[in-house]
């Protein structure tokens, strides 16, 4: 293909992603709602992501798992913040 038969896409079009609208969380793209957590949700929510962490460093270094042993308990703590932070009734939502 010779030089003057390629073309420069336009960076405005409607196939560019707009990254930052997306980060932004507005407009039509956005990655869903989040709420800001108080209360005992707060608090449940940093001593599950504390224990989680600890739980990962302990496995990592001192003590390491069976693949078969972690991978379950990771998922289990990882659904549980994600439920808490991602509510799946609206109701829900304000607390």
């Known amino acids: 293909m010779r030089e003057a038969e390629w073309q420069r896409p336009e960076l405005e ?3 560019i992603i707009d990254v ?8 039509a793209n956005s990655l869903g ?8 949700y707060a608090q ?9 962490s600890l739980f990962h460093f302990y496995t990592a ?5 069976p693949a078969m042993e972690q991978r379950p308990t990771h998922i289990a703590l990882m659904l549980f ?3 808490l932070i991602y509510p799946m009734v609206k109701s829900q939502r304000d607390r």
């Open 13 to 15: 079009g409607e196939g």
């Open 20 to 27: 930052d609208k997306i980060s932004s969380g507005s407009g």
């Open 33 to 40: 709602e989040t709420r800001t957590l108080t209360g005992w």
């Open 44 to 52: 449940v929510f940093a001593l599950v992501a504390a224990g989680s």
């Open 61 to 65: 270094g001192y003590r390491p798992l």
């Open 81 to 83: 913040l994600g439920f």
